[in-house]
């Protein structure tokens, strides 16, 4: 497993909750690897309005990445994120609030990713939150390089419908790597057969609709035995277990 890249193509279908979730779970349904989630939103992070809205250190974020020479070392990608727990098994590397803010990064985000990979070879998986597609200044190269990529949707019409032309879009740019799939947030409208023929999927990767937790994670009030049980984290768990099947381990290349 190296790097898994969450985007949207339409709306606000639950990007950033979504990777939010598969993070908190990571440790726990992939024993013995670590997690650090990417805020690459490039429309502005919803993380830092939400989750991490309490601040975050100075010295962490995107930005500061972004300012240090190429090429980003694995430490260099640690140093500049915030560790969720006291052992730093999940880990944010936050975003810009500013789309402006977005601009300067582009640049970086080659040297991330292969940061990321050699990360990924000391044990820590990379979640990216990539916002929606489409945007000027966008994470492109970790959309079309990372080991899957993953569309949210909601399961009804309005989100489905207008999702398609990106899945295909994707599916084109990411020729030779694996298909992009769909994660869908709630599943009530459609089924998951339907869902599938509707994007043209062949994986449709699933959370459930769960307000409580999700506006847990928005406040940043994730402790508690009502949210580590919750109908989202469950379901979170088993998405994230699927991840990993579907995306092999990577093999460290050893010179
Ligand atoms: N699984 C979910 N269950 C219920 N509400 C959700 C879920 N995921 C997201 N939401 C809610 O939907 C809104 C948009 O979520 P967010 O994760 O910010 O979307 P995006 O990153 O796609 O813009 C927020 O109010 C959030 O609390
Ligand atoms: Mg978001």
Redesign the pocket.
Known sequence: MSVVVLC?AH????????AL?LAWVWPAARPGRRVLLVDG?PAGS?LLT?YLSGGVPRDAGVSILAAGRPPLSADQLVGCCVALDADATRMVLPGVLDPVQARPLAPMWGSLLSAARDLSDQGVDVLV?A?RVGHHHEPRVLVTEADLVAV?VRGDVSSVAPSAAAVRALMAERKGRHAPVALV??ASGYSSGQIRAALGVTEVLS?????W???Q??LGATSGWRFERSP?LRAAHATAARIADLVPERTAVTS
């Open positions: 949207s709306g606000a279908p639950g990007v950033t909750t979504s979730a939103d919803g939400g939150d916002g949210v947030v709630d959370l459930v609709r769960d307000d937790t999700a506006h994670f928005a989202l």
